[in-house]
């Protein structure tokens, strides 16, 4: 097994920090000086304590305006590690997450949360680095009747709550093919509808093209009680594109549910993907990460000339919700289970697009054109050389 990581969150590299250097590199490092850190319930954290799990709740103002009341929601994100050995039956592992995620709900019920997204495929292993197909393939589900929708419906009726449940998709309809998808539940338990993932990795161990292909929804947004709201599916997040169209379709929320491992390319690019979308596309970005080491029972290779291994190394956690104003939270830790709550005033979308105009002046007819002229057979890159 892959050792743990050295600091339990990055926020840790910051307590030897003189304060007045802290001030500045806060400034930077958050685009904020004070963290406005909100206090949890001592009904909450009590929940927290006794399920092993850290809350942290932060909120952000936006100007206030004579014309438009603010509207401000709770966002919630939850990171976990798997409940049980890969090795159990799959009912059993996917029940014992079941019973860990409901406590987390609970404790966001508690905090007000409107809106609450789980981390990408939260309710099983990341299985596809194992190339396997059972018994993983089973824990593929019905995007409107299957164990883990039906399970969160019920939440998000009982605390009028907007849920996500990203999950491995299972499509009876279309010969039973299988996709990774998330799925968006009403505040009254319903379900509004899904997206499927646009981008898929084929990188070391993320073999997920081994069972299912790119998603064929586009970029829909979910208008709900509390908000437009889309889901970039963890790949997706290193493609500004994808980011960019779910901005088009008047997303003010868009999650990006993850499953990404320690010293990876990611690592390095995960504090700054969702910031720089959420300023490039003037809406709030949520990612989430999940956390642990998953140990299965075969080996198997990363194509990579290395030894044949059990496990991917640790995922990071680290889910940070960030502004159009390029603000951020502090991360979750990068290795325990967790709740993060963000106080959010919507209004802030339009505001930033007043203010520094990135929509007014996207240049989107010479992209539209340069792009169609990028997928031709004959294309020529516009290249001027010295003759
Ligand atoms: N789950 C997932 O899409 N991971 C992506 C791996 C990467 O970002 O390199």
């Given at each position: 097994m892959s050792a743990p990581f050295s600091l339990k969150t990055l926020e840790d590299c910051l307590k030897n920090v003189p304060a007045d250097d802290l001030k500045d590199l806060k400034t930077h490092i958050y685009g904020r000086s004070n963290d406005n850190e909100l206090p949890v319930s001592t009904k909450a954290q009590k929940i927290a304590k006794d399920n092993t799990f850290v809350i942290k709740s932060y909120k952000f103002e936006a100007i206030k305006e004579d014309l438009r009341k603010p509207r401000v929601v709770r966002i919630g994100a939850i990171q976990t590690s798997l409940a049980a050995p890969t090795t159990e039956p799959i009912g059993v592992q996917r029940q014992k997450i079941f019973d860990k995620v409901a406590k987390i709900i609970e404790a966001a019920a508690l905090e007000n949360v409107n809106i609450l997204c789980l981390q990408?495929?939260?309710?099983?292993?990341?299985?596809?680095?194992?190339?396997?197909k059972y018994p993983w393939c089973e824990f593929a589900e019905n995007p409107e009747s299957g164990a883990a929708v039906t399970f969160l419906s019920t939440f998000a009726r009982k605390y009028n709550m907007v849920i996500v449940s990203p999950i491995l998709e299972r499509d009876e309809d279309q010969g039973d093919i299988v996709w990774n998808t998330a799925v968006v539940i009403s505040h009254t338990g319903k379900i509004i509808g899904k997206h499927r993932k646009n981008h898929i990795p084929r990188v070391g161990d993320f073999n997920e093209s081994t069972y299912y292909f790119e998603g064929n929804t586009g970029h829909p947004v979910f208008e709900t009680k509390y908000g437009r709201l889309a889901i970039n599916i963890c790949?997706?997040?290193?493609?500004p594109q994808n980011w960019m169209m779910f901005g088009l379709n008047g997303a003010e929320i868009v999650f990006n549910p993850s499953a990404e491992i320690g010293g990876s390319l990611s690592d390095r690019m995960w504090f700054i993907e969702g910031r720089a979308a959420a300023v490039a596309n003037s809406f709030f970005t949520i990612t989430i990460n999940r956390v642990g080491t998953e140990v299965f029972a075969n080996e198997f290779t990363s194509a990579d000339g290395k030894k044949a291994h059990n496990d991917m190394g640790p995922f990071y956690g680290s889910a940070y919700l960030a502004t159009p104003e390029g603000m951020r939270t502090p991360g979750m830790p990068r290795d325990s289970d967790g709740l993060l709550i963000s106080e959010v005033d919507l209004n802030e979308c339009r505001q930033s697009r007043d203010l520094h105009t990135f929509r007014m002046c996207q240049r989107l007819p010479i992209y539209a054109e340069g792009f169609t002229r990028a997928t031709k057979l004959d294309f020529k890159p516009q290249i001027i050389r010295e003759i």
């Open positions: 990408e495929l939260w309710y099983l292993p990341y299985v596809f680095c194992t190339r396997e790949y997706g997040r290193h493609h």
